[in-house]
């Protein structure tokens, strides 16, 4: 029981001249006070366990973003419009896998009941949506520079929008973040607590 409700003492036994009325009085006065502390207690417990769920869900979100982030930055880097044949169907190959296992590892984390949740779920998949759309661009472009040749034209014409899209893919992932901090309740404490979160914003650089 909460603490609050143990210290609560009603007197049932009426001091003298007190009427039997009183005493009802007063058990319906303590009673109530009771019930009050008790659901306040409730309802502590369950933001407390709702900030949980959404801290948790928010930590491993960012924690996957950021690491997918750092090899499609990886990537980017050294996929350029000179990058021979197979250096650039290796480069959209590793792309694509981490892509995908991004995507995979979003869907494996349920997005917690808490206060906000229809929203946050739209954002989320959002960024999904955005992702496997990435996923078929590249499977494209492999696709197109197994086809057409190890013409430097052919691989540019590749790797030049494909490396714009994931660029753009990093960029969305952070938007997301910010847009789950702007989610009032339980996810903005989230965003706001997690350190690999508050790196991810936009406004905070690679």
């Given amino acids: 029981m909460d603490n609050r409700a143990q210290m609560v003492h009603c007197p049932f036994v009426p001091s003298h001249g007190e009427s039997s009325g009183t005493r009802a009085s007063v058990v319906r006065v303590c009673a109530a006070v009771l019930v009050a502390l008790l659901a306040l207690g409730a309802a502590a417990c369950g933001e407390s366990d709702s900030q949980k769920q959404a801290d948790e869900y928010a930590d491993s979100l960012c924690m996957s973003i950021s690491d997918w982030q750092q090899q499609i930055n990886s990537i980017v880097a050294t996929l350029t419009p000179g990058s021979p044949k197979q250096v650039a169907q290796t480069k959209l190959e590793q792309a694509k896998a981490a892509t995908v296992s991004l995507v995979s590892e ?10 906000g949740a229809s929203e946050a779920k739209q ?10 759309s990435t996923v078929t661009t590249i499977e494209a472009g492999v696709t ?7 013409g430097a034209g052919n691989v540019a014409t590749v790797v030049v929008p494909i490396a714009a899209q994931l660029t753009k893919l990093v960029t969305d992932a952070k938007t997301t973040v910010a847009s789950l901090e702007a989610v009032q309740g339980s996810f903005e404490k989230a965003v706001k607590n997690s350190d690999t979160c508050q790196a991810l914003k936009p406004d905070q650089g690679k």
């Avoid at 197109?144 to 190890?150: L, V």
Wanted: charged share 25%; hydrophobic share 40%; net charge negative.
């Fill in 106 to 115: 979003i869907r494996a984390l349920p997005v917690p009941e808490v206060d």
């Fill in 123 to 132: 954002d989320i998949d959002q960024l999904v949506t955005s992702a496997e």
């Fill in 144 to 150: 197109q520079i197994k086809s057409f040749g190890t």
